[in-house]
């Protein structure tokens, strides 16, 4: 079982940044890819990006592509997103995911989930 620990939201203004962490529990070594998602009030719960654990291949949902930035260190067991020209929009929870199997934009493909962190852009 692995459990994961988002760290890192808080209160920004339109334009600023943001680094959230995400520690996992134990070793990664059954973890194919880890991802970030997030909530905002009364909305579903949307794909951020994601990283492949082993060979660092990334995608991320268009809304973010160019000012958002996932990485990982693998001797951390931590998985990171750096947010920059954060905007209003991007207000929400977001949650750290781990997937056993799959490389995916699909909440479905992630067998283990963090708390969430909050993350509110305004000024």
């Known amino acids: 079982q692995v459990q994961l620990v988002e760290s890192g939201g808080g209160l920004v203004q339109p334009g600023g940044s943001l680094r959230l962490s995400c520690a996992a529990s134990?070793?990664?070594?059954?973890?194919?890819?880890m991802g970030w998602f997030r909530q905002a009030p009364g909305k579903e719960r949307d794909f951020v990006s994601v990283?492949?654990?082993?060979?660092?291949?990334?995608y991320y949902a268009d809304s973010v592509k160019g000012r958002f930035t996932i990485s990982r260190d693998s001797a951390k067991n931590t998985l990171y997103l750096q947010m920059n020209s954060l905007k209003p929009e991007d207000t929400a929870v977001y949650y750290c995911?781990?997937?056993?199997?799959?490389?995916?934009?699909?909440?479905?493909?992630?067998?283990?989930w963090g708390q969430g962190t909050q993350v509110t852009v305004s000024s």
């Open positions: 995911a781990a997937s056993s199997s799959a490389f995916g934009h699909w909440a479905s493909a992630y067998n283990y």
């Open positions: 134990e070793r990664t070594f059954s973890i194919f890819a």
């Open positions: 990283i492949k654990w082993m060979g660092g291949d990334t």
